[in-house]
Nanobody, 124 residues
Framework: QVQLQESGPGLVKPSQTLSLTCTVS??????????WSWIRQPPGKGLEWMGA???????YYSPSLKSRTSISRDTSKNQFTLQLSSVTPEDTAVYYC????????????????RGQGTQVTVSS
């Protein structure tokens, strides 16, 4: 059973860079049929797919966030990381990492596994 766990600061100041790590257990991020994604859900809104990294290390980003988003991985630790720069209060959300076979999934049914989510608040 694949398990994912998000970690990172819960509070980030405006204009700073948000950095979150997803640690994967029970499976390898180099498995050749998953997109390892970051998704967020702002308060009172739906899911927003942010981007993904593949088993080979290729990255895909939401067009609306591409200029501020970077996803990388550490295969030795079986982790992948999200960095979102120049954050504003509008980036306040619960952030999730997830594994699925579809790119840009907008529903939880598009993902086989997901973490429990971590609340990130952008505030001074």
């Amino acid at each position: 059973q694949v398990q994912l766990q998000e970690s990172g600061p819960g509070l980030v100041k405006p204009s700073q860079t948000l950095s979150l790590t997803c640690t994967v257990s029970g499976g390898s991020i180099t498995t050749n049929y998953y997109y390892w994604s970051w998704i967020r859900q702002p308060p009172g809104k739906g899911l927003e797919w942010m981007g993904a990294i593949t088993s080979s290390g290729s990255t895909y980003y939401s067009p609306s966030l591409k200029s501020r988003t970077s996803i990388s991985r550490d295969t030795s630790k079986n982790q992948f990381t999200l960095q979102l720069s120049s954050v504003t209060p509008e980036d306040t959300a619960v952030y999730y990492c997830a594994a699925g076979r579809r790119l840009q999934g907008s529903r939880w049914s598009d993902y086989d596994y997901r973490g429990q989510g971590t609340q990130v608040t952008v505030s001074s």
